[in-house]
């Protein structure tokens, strides 16, 4: 009598279906992970915008010009570019930034407050 070596077909069939069902639920574990970070980084370079808007203000003071508000396309921004939106900056140095464009998403910032917050365009 041979002793065969091998899977039968019903022990392959069970790892497949239980590494389907590891699928279906570290999918949108995963996906919710990706878009967390994504949203993140919206986040973070529109704080570099508003950044880039103190940085601009200040060259316009120095050179004499004193451009306290425009485009945010105007500005000159590492990372992600914004497609739209504009900054202004009050006496009291606060800068606020609205409909600011970046990546699908529309950043403004927070009424009496430095806090970003983003959304999906459209949602």
Not at 59 to 71: F, I, K, M, N, R
Not at 102 to 121: H, I, M, R, W
Request: hydrophobic fraction near 45%; aromatic fraction near 4%.
């Amino acid at each position: 009598m041979k002793n065969k070596k091998g899977f039968t077909l019903i022990e392959l069939l069970a790892v497949i279906v239980i590494l389907a069902i590891i699928a279906l639920i570290a999918t949108p574990i995963v996906i919710g992970v990706i878009n967390n970070a994504r949203e993140k980084s919206v986040v973070n370079s529109a704080y570099g915008v508003v950044d880039a808007a103190k940085l601009y203000y200040t060259e316009s003071l120095l050179e004499s010009t004193q451009v306290a508000s425009g485009s945010v396309t105007s500005l000159n921004v590492s990372g992600t570019k914004p497609s739209a939106g504009t900054w202004a900056i009050a006496s009291d140095g606060q800068v606020t930034i609205s409909g600011v464009s970046l990546d699908g998403y529309t950043c403004s910032t927070v009424a009496n407050s430095s806090e970003v917050q983003c959304a999906k365009a459209g949602a």
